[in-house]
T-cell receptor, first 112, second 116 residues
Framework: NAGVTQTPKFQVLKTGQSMTLQCAQD?????MSWYRQDPGMGLRLIHY???????DQGEVPNGYNVSRSTTEDFPLRLLSAAPSQTSVYFC???????????FGSGTRLTVV | AQTVTQSQPEMSVQEAETVTLSCTYD???????LFWYKQPPSRQMILVIR??????QNATENRFSVNFQKAAKSFSLKISDSQLGDAAMYFC?????????????FGTGTRLTIIP
């Protein structure tokens, strides 16, 4: 099993550009989520999904879109990148049959 | 909404000594999970230990143990016999047991340095 796979690992965007961060898991986990990590602020929830076709907003959703068409995939879309979106992004998945989250290796995004 | 507070931005410990990282949280729920995650320079988030609120016994995993004080809403992590590989950011996290509210709420982290 690959676990949670995030791509790309690094990305530089210009202000106003759009892009999609990919996240895939092969563990048949129902629950998937996106976090951003900023210095001194821990990890903050952007969007999450409790199953295919169901998504909801987290703590910091503005400027991001998600969709969950399959159990495996949960892409995060930046609509019009801004310097404030410079951060490290983590995708995580969990099965409600257990307790713990499995994290991807993260994407370091820089918006210039 | 739940909040998690880590009041020690940085800690250091001599190799082979013991160190305790503090975490407090606020919730109105009676059942929940608490976690400690380790983030080494590789950036990977690694689960260190978990505690279920309905269990009074403190969780232990080898050199890692917790002191869970439910009434005080305190959840500290003790690392015994510290090793150089323990150097990392450590995050405390809270998770509800309620369906549809399984998100993790993180503290701001404690950077642990191991002094050889």
């Amino acid at each position: 099993n690959a676990g949670v796979t995030q791509t790309p690992k690094f990305q530089v965007l210009k202000t106003g550009q759009s892009m999609t961060l990919q996240c895939a898991q092969d563990m048949n986990h129902e629950y998937m989520s996106w976090y951003r990590q900023d210095p001194g602020m821990g990890l903050r929830l952007i969007h999450y999904s409790v199953g295919a076709g169901i998504t909801d907003q987290g703590e910091v959703p503005n400027g991001y879109n998600v969709s969950r068409s399959t159990t495996e995939d949960f892409p995060l879309r930046l609509l019009s990148a801004a310097p404030s979106q410079t951060s490290v992004y983590f995708c995580a998945s969990m099965t409600t049959k257990k307790y713990g989250y499995t994290f991807g290796s993260g994407t370091r995004l820089t918006v210039v | 909404a739940q909040t998690v507070t880590q009041s020690q931005p940085e800690m250091s410990v001599q190799e082979a000594e013991t160190v305790t990282l503090s975490c407090t949280y606020d919730t109105s729920e009676s059942d929940y999970y608490l976690f400690w995650y380790k983030q080494p320079p590789s950036r990977q988030m690694i689960l260190v230990i978990r505690q279920e609120a309905y269990k009074q016994q403190n969780a232990t995993e080898n050199r890692f143990s917790v002191n869970f004080q439910k009434a005080a809403k305190s959840f500290s992590l003790k690392i015994s016999d510290s090793q150089l590989g323990d150097a990392a950011m450590y995050f405390c996290a809270y998770r509800s047991t309620n369906f549809g509210n399984e998100k993790l709420t993180f503290g701001t982290g404690t950077r642990l340095t191991i002094i050889p």
